[in-house]
């Protein structure tokens, strides 16, 4: 006697098998939530936003890290907006960059919505960091 299984109810049962929920497409809660600033779509959105910049005017900024951030989903446009603060360097003096880019990744698109340099002298800089750094 075979057994009869409806596709959909197949696929159901195999695609945790096949396709296990790895860190990056982990269901987000909505709200903002922490990122990994070591994950390379993050690296990837920073180095973006900073190679925008610099196409856009004569700053000449070079990405070092990302020092944290936060991404939000944003339902109503699908998509997400990732919230980052990146440490740079411009005429070897360091600086915070806070950035907002909106991703949609499955559709290539990319805007940088906000980009504001502080620096590192700056009294707001400490707030940037990450506790330890300085």
Same mark, same amino acid.
Request: with cysteine.
């Given at each position: 006697?075979?057994?009869?299984?409806?596709?959909?109810?197949?696929?159901?049962?195999?695609?945790?098998?096949?396709?296990?929920?790895?860190?990056?497409?982990?269901?987000?809660?909505?709200?903002?939530?922490?990122?990994?600033?070591?994950?390379?779509?993050?690296?990837?959105?920073?180095?973006?936003?900073?190679?925008?910049?610099?196409?856009?005017?004569?700053?000449?900024? !070079?990405?070092?890290?990302?020092?944290?951030?936060?991404? !939000?989903?944003?339902?109503?446009?699908?998509?997400?907006?990732?919230?980052?603060?990146?440490?740079?360097?411009?005429?070897?003096?360091?600086?915070?960059?806070?950035?907002?880019?909106?991703?949609?990744?499955?559709?290539?698109?990319?805007?940088?919505?906000?980009?504001?340099?502080?620096?590192?002298?700056?009294?707001?800089?400490?707030?940037?960091?990450?506790?330890?750094?300085?």
């Amino acid at each position: 006697m075979a057994l009869n299984l409806h596709p959909l109810l197949l696929t159901i049962l195999v695609s945790p098998v096949v396709f296990p929920f790895s860190e990056a497409y982990r269901p987000v809660e909505a709200g903002r939530n922490p990122i990994n600033v070591n994950d390379p779509h993050v690296i990837e959105i920073a180095k973006f936003a900073m190679s925008w910049r610099n196409a856009v005017s004569t700053t000449g900024f !070079q990405f070092l890290k990302v020092i944290k951030g936060e991404r !939000q989903v944003a339902p109503r446009v699908t998509g997400v907006n990732y919230n980052l603060v990146i440490l740079a360097k411009a005429a070897d003096a360091p600086l915070y960059c806070e950035v907002a880019v909106f991703d949609r990744e499955w559709e290539n698109l990319r805007i940088l919505t906000s980009f504001r340099e502080i620096p590192a002298g700056d009294a707001l800089a400490p707030a940037l960091a990450p506790a330890g750094s300085w």
